[in-house]
């Protein structure tokens, strides 16, 4: 069994934000950190955009924040509509915090801020690495083997590898959980929207729900949900996605864009003695309100903090496990709220969230947790 006593050595398994998070937490508390990442190169896209106002705030010790800040879009505002009708609300500049806003910036400018800094403090990935074995994880040093051939073996092991994660599968944590019948479109284009940059529209319709936030570069992100989404959706049907929703607009070009289905899971423990998850690996959920990357950081900070200073493992579990599945239960009453039909119960439906979202203290505590500051 793994003792209380911080780790010279850590492998991180995924260089997504989680994983780079990790590694930078823990070589700054002079950790030995190798991090290893199955892919040939990190994200060139955008994916996960967003970065909440309590993310910023727990990776200000590692000197990542005002690179973050400086290239992201500061939104501080949520406008619920129904069509072009608009619902509620919600305002975060008054939100207790140093940072009052939501950051939109593309994940691949995030993992390259994060990358540079891991630089900095004598780190660096190894792509094209998958790990294809893991023995013995209930003793102190779990034995690794690397597609190569080698086998290393470091203190702890950090599974930040996603939904899929082969550490996970490799030392036989179950994730339990199921997908949504419904598909995703995810786009970023340049277009003429009527809404202000400093704004993220969530609109429901009868065809269901739509998501505009704003990007740097004068770029938006789209996230809409269908019955069977197309694969690699046009500029043509990206428009029309827009406009029978409440959007007419003009789509001028689009960088990037694809289809997800997405999943609610949750790890069956975060650890198995020396080996840790974090992140996607731990657990999944649907994109409303853009909690999942943001989970997955302060995962990776909250692990490394007990780790170096040598408390109790379990402990990590104990920390995070409860937070998951509250965002797991937020998410989903979101995502099942946005994809009600019939017009009887989305006029019920909106009845409620406006007159909920009227009440100030209500309002107070829907940005809160949206932005994660509920659970400092």
Known sequence: ???STAPRTALVVGAGPTGLTAAIALRMRGVDVRVVDAAAEGANTSRAAVIHPRTLEVLEPLGVVEAITG????????????????VAHLDLSGLPTRYPWTSMISQADTERILRERLSVVGGGVEWSTAVTGLENPGDERPVVRLESGEQVRPDVVIGADGMHSAVRDLVGIDFPGSGYEQSFVLAD????WPVGRDTVSLTFAPDGLVVVAPLPDNRFRVVATMDDAPREPTARQIEDILARRGGSTRVHDVAWSGRFRVHHRLAQTYRRGPVFLVGDAAHVHSPAGGQGMNIG????????DILVAGDDPDSYEARRRPRARRVLALTDRMTRAAVVRGSATRRARNRVIATA?????VRTRAA???????HR
Do not use: H, N, W, Y
């Open 368 to 374: 809160m947790e949206i932005a994660e500051l509920s």
């Open 1 to 3: 069994m793994m003792t």
């Open 297 to 304: 950081v302060q995962d990776a900070v909250t692990l490394a």
């Open 357 to 361: 979202l009227s009440v100030p203290a």
């Open 71 to 86: 290239r992201a879009i500061r939104v501080p505002r949520f406008d619920i509509r129904d069509g072009t009708r608009t």
């Open 189 to 192: 284009v340049a277009m003429d």
